[in-house]
T-cell receptor, first 113, second 115 residues
């Protein structure tokens, strides 16, 4: 089936540093979503993007829907220890089944105080 | 806020047992989904439903079935549990949106161990 390439797989950073991660696909997507999952919990929606070029912020988090519609980026500024978790991208390919999403395999973020 | 509630956080069952995982959402969402999550494999779609009494196979339906008798409730059934079904199971729901995709909202998951 269709896959999303999410990178990096993991990141170890110092508190206060900025973080960048991205997702790419081989086909055009109509929707990009970013989720965060903490240990023992379900994924929680962070940001939803619906238009190419769209840039949306949620506090210290900023995500962008790539112009080519084949990628998306998530940035976290001034990281803090509670940012620890796994960040997933998800999206719906153009022409895909309504409601169904394709998920990346996640970026595991560790923050050292 | 959307609330998706899974009946158990942790469950331990024996090989061969019939296992029921329950999921309830309180936002009148049309769409409901069941995933399993395994290290290195990400989220894999087992079954989904766009309406009451309607179900569609996802990517890995073998060994599972589902039931959606009411709009708010979507049950996942392991007909005869096996050790390779030990996993984290996640339920999600989303509303119907013409021309786009509404985000899926997830429950907290059920960590199922089959002994």
């Amino acid at each position: 089936g269709q896959q999303l390439n999410q990178s990096p797989q993991s990141m170890f950073i110092q508190e206060g540093e900025d973080v960048s991660m991205n997702c790419t696909s081989s086909s055009i997507f109509n929707t990009w979503l970013w989720y965060k999952q903490e240990p023992g919990e379900g994924p929680v929606l962070l940001i939803a993007l619906y238009k190419a070029g769209e840039l949306t912020s949620n506090g210290r988090l900023t995500a962008q829907f790539g112009i080519t519609r084949k990628d998306s980026f998530l940035n976290i500024s001034a990281s803090i220890p509670s940012d620890v978790g796994i960040y997933f991208c998800a999206g719906r390919p153009s022409g895909g089944s309504q409601g169904n999403l394709i998920f990346g395999k996640g970026t595991k973020l560790s923050v050292k105080p | 806020d959307v609330k998706v509630t899974q009946s158990s956080r942790y469950l331990v069952k024996r090989t061969g047992e019939k296992v029921f995982l329950e999921c309830v959402q309180d936002m009148d969402h049309e769409n409901m989904f069941w995933y399993r999550q395994d290290p290195g494999l990400g989220l894999r779609l087992i079954y989904f439903s766009y309406d009451v009494k309607m179900k569609e196979k996802g990517d890995i339906p073998e060994g599972y079935s589902v039931s959606r008798e009411k709009k708010e409730r979507f049950s996942l059934i392991l007909e005869s549990a096996s050790t390779n079904q030990t996993s984290m199971y996640l339920c999600a729901s989303s509303s119907l949106m013409t021309g786009g995709t509404q985000p899926q909202h997830f429950g907290d998951g059920t960590r199922l161990s089959i002994l």
